[in-house]
């Protein structure tokens, strides 16, 4: 069993996993139960913005802002489609949404989808 600390929409979650058929290499890391998991801070890049990357693989189904819109944190600016379902990617911070994704695109995961400057 693999314990996890998650964040969805700003409320963390303690999940345990457990693996299923793993190989002998398979080692359990064990986790400090009594730390919280630190929320990942938006990583500013030199002036240009906030960078908002892809959580996971995935098609761009829809921006929902213009390009150059100001957005405040958390507003959803886009949806990605992974696996058939629909993921709102949000805003980290308040500021003007540069995208670097068209609607349509296929991108990996941690692609740059747009910047928040």
Same mark, same amino acid.
Not at 37 to 55: C, D, E, H, I, N
Not at 79 to 103: R, Y
């Given at each position: 069993?693999?314990?996890?600390?998650?964040?969805?929409?700003?409320?963390?979650?303690?999940?345990?996993?457990?693996?299923?058929?793993?190989?002998?290499?398979?080692?359990?890391?064990?986790?400090?139960?009594?730390?919280?998991?630190?929320?990942?801070?938006?990583?500013?890049? $030199?002036?240009?913005?906030?960078? =908002?990357?892809?959580?996971?693989?995935?098609?761009?189904?829809? @921006? &929902?802002?213009?390009? *150059?819109?100001?957005?405040?944190?958390?507003?959803?600016?886009?949806?990605?489609?992974?696996?058939?379902?629909?993921?709102?990617?949000?805003?980290?911070?308040? $500021?003007?949404?540069?995208?670097? =994704?068209?609607?349509?695109?296929?991108?990996?995961?941690?692609? @740059? &989808?747009?910047?928040? *400057?």
């Amino acid at each position: 069993m693999r314990n996890f600390i998650i964040t969805v929409n700003g409320k963390q979650y303690d999940v345990g996993v457990e693996e299923v058929g793993g190989t002998a290499a398979s080692k359990a890391v064990p986790l400090a139960a009594s730390a919280p998991a630190p929320s990942p801070a938006p990583s500013p890049t $030199g002036g240009k913005g906030t960078k =908002v990357l892809s959580p996971f693989p995935g098609m761009i189904k829809n @921006l &929902l802002v213009e390009n *150059g819109a100001s957005v405040k944190k958390d507003q959803p600016i886009l949806v990605l489609e992974a696996m058939k379902m629909d993921n709102d990617i949000t805003s980290p911070c308040d $500021g003007v949404v540069t995208f670097n =994704v068209q609607k349509g695109a296929n991108v990996e995961s941690d692609a @740059l &989808l747009a910047l928040i *400057g």
